[in-house]
């Protein structure tokens, strides 16, 4: 019998945070706290910090992602960082892409709930959409693997020129340097560790920031990529 933590009630930075949203957020961490912990999606034990340590940490995001583009969260879980953002950021396109099917019946009915419609959410994992999800110009994840491996799944799905922002811990420069060989392979031309949420969240959350130049996950990619499409294209027309 999974042991009932009563959600505390919302910081006073959470209201200037998502703003027009807030009742949404206080919904969506209704139940994050209730479905969301009988579902085995979030533990017990994080709901007395489900606002700073989940909902802030991962809404302050916003401050790094560019105006109107489009965003996958890779492995996104309960939805986070995706519904946070979605939350304080409606001129975001969203694709949460989770592979676990209760998972995704959670995310869909949060997004309903809530009238999430710059909202989508997709079951699959990042390489079998490949080719068949539309390129984002931004990827985020947040405790969905080392820095090497997330970005073998995600930075295959941008666009030319777009950037995978993974929320980090503190080991992020230990990641970055760990991961360069490999970044180098997929593509990446840029990679930085970036502070945001001063003044909502303590500590700050950590991002790593990677950019990608004009081939997306490498000459390996490119042709995974284009066979992908092909393949999605033939079935259309049957």
Not at 47 to 59: I, K, Q
Not at 101 to 107: D, P
Not at 190 to 198: A, Q
Not at 211 to 224: D, H, I, L, Q
Request: net charge neutral; glycine share 10%.
């Amino acid at each position: 019998m999974t042991e009932e933590v009563e959600l505390p009630q919302a910081p006073e930075g959470a209201r200037a945070v998502f703003g027009d949203f807030f009742p949404e957020a206080v919904r969506y961490a209704e139940l994050l706290a209730d479905a969301g912990v009988k579902r085995g999606l979030i533990g017990p034990r994080e709901v007395p910090r489900l606002w700073e340590r989940h909902l802030l940490n991962c809404a302050v995001l916003s401050e790094v992602v560019p105006e109107g583009v489009t965003v996958c969260d890779v492995g996104s879980g309960a939805g986070l960082p995706g519904i946070p953002l979605a939350l304080v950021r409606p001129d975001l396109k969203i694709t949460l892409l989770e592979p676990l099917l209760r998972r995704t019946n959670f995310l869909q009915e949060v997004v309903e709930l809530l009238g999430l419609d710059h909202v989508t959410v997709v079951r699959g994992r990042a390489e079998e959409v490949l080719g068949s999800l539309q390129p984002v110009h931004v990827v985020t994840a947040r405790a969905v693997a080392p820095l090497d491996r997330l970005a073998g799944w995600g930075v295959p799905l941008l666009r030319p020129y777009g950037e995978m922002l993974a929320l980090k811990g503190d080991t992020a420069e230990e990641e970055i340097a760990g991961a360069r060989a490999a970044l180098g392979k997929l593509g990446v031309v840029e990679t930085e560790v970036l502070h945001v949420g001063e003044g909502v969240v303590d500590p700050m959350s950590t991002v790593v920031r990677v950019v990608v130049g004009e081939s997306p996950g490498g000459v390996r990619f490119a042709a995974k990529r284009a066979k992908a499409a092909r393949t999605s294209r033939t079935r259309r027309r049957r």
